[in-house]
């Protein structure tokens, strides 16, 4: 991207993380938080708020792993797997997909828009799930360099999002990606490797990463039209 914004160093984030307040959404803006281990997290009644946590959940090549339930429902190919098909959609079901203990959602229409636009110049993508031609599962977040930012995801039949993400980790690991980056601690993706390390990693990490050219352009078809065939082939073997 042309343009480069400065941020306060991520040293300088409170305890929880909060680094700073206002500013846009901005495609620069945006690309510049990213790459400096910054991104946006508020609600629809807030201003704009950046945050830098410490620690950063992090899924490394050397962590990723395929439990055995999930290779026994990856071998089932319940569901068709595909990239950048549907961007919008997927966004708007992590938005409005119902979460158990969570009110609300920080997927804004600000939000919305910003990281469409995002999709639109190629830095954004998404992880589909498709079982019976319908849309029932996915992921979406933003690649730079060789990292991908998770933002979020969303399952509307058991086990879809999973296979989306054990499918899409295994295609990045593959091509040769440092790490996913997953922000916060869940339990949803420690069980698929996800480890917490502290912000002076995570930043030198991010920094090696960064080094490398950008994967900018749609990933439709990268891996072929259906991704789930790769990860049925890599489960017979030792995980990564």
């Known amino acids: 991207?042309?343009?480069?914004?400065?941020?306060?160093?991520?040293?300088?984030?409170?305890?929880?993380?909060?680094?700073?307040?206002?500013?846009?959404?901005?495609?620069?803006?945006?690309?510049?938080?990213?790459?400096?281990?910054?991104?946006?997290?508020?609600?629809?009644d807030e201003p704009i708020l950046w945050f830098s946590p410490n620690p950063r959940f992090i899924v490394l090549p050397e962590t990723f792993h395929i439990a055995e339930s999930a290779r026994?429902?990856?071998?089932?190919?319940?569901?068709?797997?595909?990239?950048?098909?549907d961007f919008p959609d997927v966004i708007q079901n992590c938005a409005h997909i119902e979460r158990k203990g969570q009110h609300g959602t920080w997927i804004v229409p600000d939000m919305i828009e910003a990281y469409c636009r995002l999709h639109e110049l190629?830095?954004?993508?998404?992880?589909?799930?498709?079982?019976?031609?319908?849309?029932v599962g996915g992921l979406y977040g933003v690649s730079l360099g060789r990292a991908f930012f998770g933002e979020s995801?969303?399952?509307?039949?058991?086990g879809a999002s999973r296979c989306a993400f054990l499918n899409f980790a295994t295609a990045l690991f593959k091509a040769g990606?440092?790490?996913?980056?997953?922000?916060?601690?869940?339990?949803?993706?420690?069980?698929?490797?996800?480890?917490?390390?502290?912000?002076?990693?995570?930043?030198?990490l991010l920094r090696a990463a960064m080094e490398y050219p950008d994967q900018r352009g749609s990933w439709k078809g990268v891996y072929?039209?259906?991704?789930?065939?790769?990860?049925?082939?890599?489960?017979?073997?030792?995980?990564?």
């Open 1 to 44: 991207m042309e343009d480069y914004v400065a941020f306060p160093s991520p040293n300088k984030a409170t305890q929880e993380g909060l680094l700073c307040v206002g500013g846009d959404l901005s495609p620069p803006t945006l690309l510049s938080a990213y790459r400096q281990g910054i991104f946006p997290w508020y609600s629809d």
């Open 72 to 85: 026994k429902l990856l071998k089932k190919r319940l569901f068709k797997i595909t990239l950048d098909v």
């Open 122 to 135: 190629g830095y954004a993508h998404s992880v589909e799930a498709w079982q019976d031609g319908t849309l």
């Open 153 to 158: 995801m969303f399952s509307k039949v058991s």
């Open 177 to 204: 990606f440092n790490f996913i980056d997953s922000q916060v601690y869940t339990d949803y993706v420690a069980g698929m490797g996800g480890i917490s390390v502290s912000r002076r990693r995570y930043l030198s």
């Open 224 to 240: 072929g039209d259906d991704l789930s065939m790769m990860t049925t082939a890599f489960v017979g073997h030792s995980p990564l």
